[in-house]
């Protein structure tokens, strides 16, 4: 089991920039493949983009690639969500999952073992 608490959400202008925090503890970490997912009201859960685990392979949803850079400091097992360019429809509770199986990046939120309680990230116009 992975335990995972995620940070750095607020409000933001249009074209403002945050970034969001992951911090894992349990056994092994830095093993694990982790993502982050999105969710708006009345939406499904949505993938954002992940990282691989040890291998450090990193995936990006088509709707962020080149606004958001994902990191991850496995000293510290913390993965970071850096957002630039942030759009009025980048607003959501974002999420952190674990899974277990790393060196897959699933984009399917049911192939993750373990979630944190999100942090809300909200973009004015």
């Known amino acids: 089991q992975v335990q995972l608490v995620e940070s750095g959400g607020g409000l933001v202008q249009a074209g403002g920039s945050l970034r969001l925090s992951c911090a894992a503890s349990g056994r092994t970490p830095s093993m694990y493949a982790m993502a982050w997912f999105r969710q708006s009201p009345g939406k499904e859960r949505e993938f954002v983009g992940g990282?691989?685990?040890?291998?450090?392979?990193?995936y990006y949803a088509d709707s962020v690639k080149g606004r958001f850079t994902i990191s991850r400091d496995n000293a510290k097992n913390t993965m970071y969500l850096q957002m630039n360019s942030l759009k009025p429809e980048d607003t959501a509770v974002y999420y952190c999952g674990a899974r277990i199986r790393g060196d897959y990046v699933p984009r399917n939120q049911d192939e993750y073992d373990n979630w944190g309680q999100g942090t809300q990230v909200t973009v004015s116009s």
């Open positions: 990282h691989s685990g040890a291998r450090g392979w990193i």
